[in-house]
């Protein structure tokens, strides 16, 4: 079992991104994963079964204004298009592939002070909590029926503006 949960967060207007906040961005977030899931896979395949979570952001799919991580979410789209193209590449030797696309979530990552922010950006109106992603990630490496998922775990921010 693979958990790909490395990133990194720079959030900042398009054009305020430089060459070190993208090669930050795509060391971690793209790199990492590639560099570390083909050795795992290789390993996986010898075993004919496997499952890889990766961890995302439901701002892949649904933006919110006023939050600028544009290039963050280049990255983190990568990651969602590898998904379900890997499911497909490796389904037949018993490897699933799905990723968790976070809300925000209560971690020392984010300041006491910015969590009224955070929490209105969730229909659910609070923030996430670590044990609702464990939960999430601990489905999928157990829904052996289930490859090529994006399961987002949001708050229900993925279904729309409230």
Do not use: C
């Amino acid at each position: 079992m693979l958990i790909n949960n490395a990133g990194i967060l720079i959030p900042k207007p398009f054009t305020e991104y430089t060459t070190e906040d993208l090669n930050a961005l795509v060391s971690t977030t793209m790199a990492g994963f590639l560099y570390l899931a083909q050795r795992v896979v290789k390993a996986m395949v010898q075993q004919k079964r496997g499952s890889i979570v990766n961890i995302s952001t439901t701002l892949v799919d649904h933006p919110v204004a006023g939050v600028p991580v544009t290039v963050q979410v280049m990255a983190k789209g990568s990651l969602n298009a590898a998904t379900r193209a890997l499911a497909m590449e490796y389904v037949k030797e018993g490897i699933r592939v799905n990723t968790v696309a976070l809300g925000v979530i209560k971690t020392p990552m984010h300041k006491p002070e910015t969590y009224e922010f955070f929490k209105g950006l969730h229909p659910m109106n609070r923030m996430g909590e670590i044990k609702e992603v464990v939960d999430a990630v601990l489905f999928l490496t157990d829904a052996t029926f289930t490859t090529g998922e994006i399961l987002h775990v949001d708050g229900g921010a993925h279904v729309g503006k409230w």
